[in-house]
């Protein structure tokens, strides 16, 4: 499986969703996404909250995560 173009489907305008990344075509922010993720639920679960949502939008949101990670500089955040 190939890793889907984050570019294609994650817009990040000053107007929507104060700044945050969403999924082109919604309000829905990419940290939403992935924090869902975090805390268990499962892709199709995300897809039942957010039926506005496709599968590759929650591989995308993954990807640019992914992305971030590596451009940005981490600093460990307080316990």
């Given at each position: 499986m190939s890793r889907v173009r984050w570019q294609e489907r994650i817009v990040i305008?000053?107007?929507l969703h104060h700044g945050d990344p969403c999924i082109?075509?919604?309000?829905?922010p990419v940290a939403m996404i992935v924090g869902s993720l975090a805390d268990g639920?499962?892709?199709?679960e995300i897809q039942?909250?957010?039926p506005q949502l496709t599968e590759e939008d929650i591989r995308a949101a993954l990807a640019y995560v992914?992305?971030?990670i590596r451009q940005d500089i981490l600093v460990p955040l307080p316990a």
């Amino acid at each position: 499986m190939s890793r889907v173009r984050w570019q294609e489907r994650i817009v990040i305008t000053p107007d929507l969703h104060h700044g945050d990344p969403c999924i082109r075509g919604t309000r829905v922010p990419v940290a939403m996404i992935v924090g869902s993720l975090a805390d268990g639920m499962t892709p199709e679960e995300i897809q039942d909250a957010y039926p506005q949502l496709t599968e590759e939008d929650i591989r995308a949101a993954l990807a640019y995560v992914a992305e971030v990670i590596r451009q940005d500089i981490l600093v460990p955040l307080p316990a």
